[in-house]
């Protein structure tokens, strides 16, 4: 009797262990294909990449160890330095215009106005559009002698065409310009993320506030962006990330015009760009890419830790 309970239970435990591992093989099956992209397309070339920096390779030619002379080279190039610097101004000018632009607007866009959802298609349809055709109409808008804003500035102040801003053409102004374009395209993509967040909000708390006679401003301070802290915080840590990693809008917007511009639009992963695929200089290259990768690892680091913050 004994016996038969035990072969019994012998028989139970594997039926379980082979369901267990028939379930397993499923998840697996379904984990496979992400897996093997991110490890073809993500996790070899960046161990490629870490591996690179510390030679000197043409994509010919053997590899030639030479331990952290690419990194010194990065200390004394000061054309990296004008780019990592024009990647920081970049940063600077990008980051809080587009917070300020996309909160003011969701804000705007979560009262009931006239016209609410085709406001909201309006301001987020840059952000879909393709971006090569809206750096081209951009480009146009603000040519310096075609375009309407000049003609109009023109028509308004009597300034001659010749002395005003020369925009995306003017090594002085084109950072002003593509901050702008960025701005102008992007702020639509957050205003969508501050929406979630303030429909979220309890309203409640506005109704407490308003019954203690804050007024409209008091209850933004008080109650708005507490509340909005943790999207906030999301979007200023994604919005930082993607502009140290920013390289499509100034390749469609500029068209390689750096050059003429005296680098005064050249930007960290354009240096990169040129670096490996044109100089032909892997190594450099990888080296410059392993920078930004500690860079964008620092930001990241920040985000986990304020969401863990604000998780608490």
Known sequence: ??????????????????????????????????????????LVPMIFAFVLAFVKWDGANPMEFTGLHNFIRLAQDTTFHKALWNTVVYTIGVVPLTMACALGLAILLNQKVFGRNTMRTIFFFPYVASLVAVAAVWNFIFSPTMGPVNNILHAITGVPLEELPRWAADKDWAM??????????????????????????????????????????????NVTIPQLAPTTFFVLMILVINSFKVYDIFINLFAGADNQLNDATRVLVYQIYNTAFRSLDYGYASAMAIVLFLLVLGVTIVQFRGEKKYGQ
């Open 1 to 42: 009797m004994q016996n038969e309970i035990r072969i019994g239970t012998d028989q139970v435990h594997k039926a379980g262990k082979s369901r267990t591992l028939k379930d397993h093989l499923i998840a697996y099956s379904f984990i496979a294909p992400n897996f093997i992209g991110f490890a073809l397309f993500t």
């Open 176 to 221: 002003f310009t593509v901050v702008l374009f960025t701005v102008w395209k992007n702020m639509g993509y957050y205003m969508v993320i501050y929406l979630a967040g303030l429909q979220g909000v309890n309203p409640e708390l506005y109704e407490a506030a308003e019954l203690d006679g804050a007024n409209a401003w008091k209850r933004f301070r």
